[in-house]
């Protein structure tokens, strides 16, 4: 069971907290080092599954930890985007959406449990749920946006911090980078939604079942 993509899965586990409590650091260096972390361990994310399939490593820990680790993963980033960003608006806040809303975040994590119910339920009726295209477009987004906004967070204090913000360059990656992690923001909101339904709309046959 202790295979390599197993150690990679316990390793991303383990960097969870780590990316969560980084944040809160004052400075950009801690919030530069959450944003690469949490793409190294996104990026692992792809890389164990991978091994897993490829080298025949596939394990019932593997199975277990892995869509465990991705749900730790949301909410060790999710925590600090909503606390940093609501409780420090004039500095961090995002174009249009000011912060990250509170229903936003309960989306993103609601859809998570969702999934897990109906993979389970779906299951326990012989049926597997296999990722699928919109599910997968889902992860990029919200993977786009969690990584752009610690991202944001990094910037924001580097521009304070060595006097960017009214430079021409400052004011640019402002709304370049503030406007990009908007637009992210709503994609993966409505994403989260979307390959709900869609999910939902494919295995309908399931509820009719077990109407009979």
Not at 61 to 89: C, F, H, M, S, T
Not at 107 to 133: D, H, N, P
Not at 154 to 163: I, L, P, Y
Request: hydrophobic fraction near 55%; charged fraction near 15%; proline fraction near 4%.
């Amino acid at each position: 069971m202790w295979n390599l993509p197993n150690i990679i899965t316990i390793i991303r586990i383990a960097l969870t907290p780590v990316i969560a409590l980084l944040p809160f650091i004052q400075g950009y260096g801690p919030k530069l080092i959450a944003f690469v972390l949490f793409v190294v361990t996104a990026l692992t994310d792809l890389l164990d599954g991978y091994l897993a399939r490829s080298r025949g490593l596939v394990t019932d820990l593997g199975k277990l930890l892995d869509p465990l680790a991705d749900k730790l993963l949301l909410l060790a980033a999710l925590v600090p985007i909503y606390g940093i960003a609501r409780e420090r608006q004039g500095v961090y806040g995002i174009p249009f959406w000011g912060s990250i809303p509170l229903w936003v975040c309960l989306l993103l994590l609601g859809r998570e449990l969702a999934m897990t119910v109906f993979r389970r339920y779906a299951q326990s009726r012989g049926v597997v749920i296999a990722a699928g295209r919109a599910g997968k477009l889902k992860t990029t987004i919200q993977n786009i946006f969690i990584g752009s906004i610690f991202a944001w967070f990094a910037f924001k204090d580097a521009a304070r911090s060595m006097g960017w913000e009214q430079s021409a360059f400052g004011r640019f990656w402002t709304e370049f980078h503030g406007g990009f992690v908007a637009v992210a923001l709503a994609a993966a909101a409505l994403l989260t939604v979307y390959s709900f339904v869609v999910y939902l709309v494919k295995y309908r046959a399931l509820f009719s079942a077990r109407s009979r």
